[in-house]
């Protein structure tokens, strides 16, 4: 896909995955500022300005590498409920994982339990497996994150490595 690509919109059963928008932003700042939602993803809640330059990034992430994140939201109502997609984010780990689609998720604790996770992750794979057959996909997973790492694993996703990021044990999948 090439850079500058707008955002494709994906639908399931229950879900539209679409570009972020700036009414988008108190939802996600909402998001992301919940604990539960940040345990695994660096700990700490993220401010109403963080989470905007998160959107941003979100965006740009299409602009510059053809593929990024979607916001989530339910096709029952409109209602955003969180966000899948992939990122190349040059992290300094071992392995290194440039070069890679690194797929990742989040969705509000209101529809944990729901299966909406594996749905979401389920076509932004299908996507990329279409748009993007040459580039690995991969997922960084902390090591304690058993409903990630359930999400992976539905997803096709298998343990690849074990390794370290930001001083924690974490685990990379490949698809």
Not at 30 to 42: K, Q, S
Not at 60 to 88: C, H, N, P, T
Not at 154 to 167: N, S, V
């Amino acid at each position: 896909m090439d850079a500058g690509t707008q955002v494709p919109v994906l639908e399931t059963a229950r879900l539209r995955l679409r570009a972020h928008r700036p009414d988008d932003h108190a939802a996600c700042t909402a998001l992301w500022a919940d604990p539960e939602v940040v345990r695994h993803i660096g700990g700490r809640p993220f401010t109403a300005e963080e989470t905007w330059r998160r959107m941003l990034a979100s965006r740009g992430l299409w602009s510059m590498l053809g593929f990024g994140y979607w916001a989530v939201e339910e096709k029952a109502g409109g209602r955003y409920v969180g966000d899948v997609g992939f990122g190349d984010f040059r992290r300094e780990i071992e392995p290194s994982l440039a070069g890679m689609l690194e797929c990742g998720w989040v969705l509000s604790p209101q529809v944990h339990g729901r299966g909406y996770a594996s749905e979401a992750v389920a076509a932004a794979t299908a996507w990329a497996d279409a748009h993007l057959p040459g580039m690995r996909a991969v997922c960084l997973i902390e090591e304690g994150n058993a409903a990630s790492i359930r999400v992976a694993g539905k997803a096709g996703f298998r343990e690849w490595r074990r390794t370290t990021y930001h001083g924690g044990a974490a685990l990379i999948f490949a698809h």
